[in-house]
């Protein structure tokens, strides 16, 4: 059970940023005793795929806080981020799967779900980010972008840690997740209905 709600929220967490838990992961098995990392993930504590990972959270830091190039990250991100996703469940969750010696035991003995759950869970997570993004950008005339992108990463940070070193309380964070699922729904259905009713009323004065 814990198992399974660690792999969770990292995948979670990799769909607001694919890097962070990742890294989070590498990090703290490589310099704490906080993380043990089954023998087919060690390579997460690597020092070069520890640079590589800094590397690329640097750059997607930095681009998912300008407008429009958010957007362009965004879309980039819908293949990295559910990867990702899927990498980090099924090193929390302490699946044999990246070196797995028999290709073909790897759907027999069902040591795909664990990825495949992963990648689930982060698709919907950055589903929902970026769904969200263009509705801050346009209500804010693009100055809430770093605002929202910034309380991204820590969302990020906190559902690592929480998943690592606290897994139960990565409830509340999909709680947390799931309140701000129904709020871009909502927001996002009130901007349809604005528009519908701008071009009903644009039409009119038209006609006349």
């Known amino acids: 059970m814990l198992e399974a709600l660690t792999g969770t929220g990292l995948a979670a967490s990799a ?3 694919a890097y962070i838990p990742l890294l989070t992961m590498g990090a703290l098995a490589r310099y ?31 681009a998912d806080k300008v407008p429009v190039v958010d957007h362009v990250n965004d879309v980039v991100q819908t293949f990295v981020r559910p990867t990702a996703g899927g990498l980090a469940f099924g090193a929390g969750s302490s699946a044999e799967t990246v070196t797995v010696s028999d290709p073909g035991a790897f759907f027999t003995t069902h040591q795909w779900v664990p990825i495949a759950a992963g990648v689930v869970i982060a698709l919907f997570v950055h589903g929902v980010k970026a769904a969200a993004r ?15 992108s910034t309380a991204e990463d820590l969302g990020s940070v906190t559902m690592s840690l929480l998943a690592l070193l606290v897994p139960v309380l990565v409830l509340v964070g999909l709680a947390l997740l ?30 006349v």
Do not use: F, K
């Open 15 to 17: 769909g607001l940023n």
């Open 32 to 62: 704490t005793e906080l993380v043990d990392l089954p023998a087919g993930w060690s390579w997460l504590s690597n020092g070069w795929v520890l640079t590589i990972l800094a590397v690329l959270l640097a750059v997607e830091v930095v």
């Open 134 to 148: 263009p509705v801050v950008n346009v209500s804010t005339a693009g100055a809430g972008a770093p605002v929202a």
């Open 178 to 207: 799931g309140w701000a699922t129904v709020q871009v729904v909502r927001r996002r259905r009130r901007r349809r209905r604005e528009r519908a009713q701008l071009s009903g009323s644009g039409s009119r004065h038209l006609s």
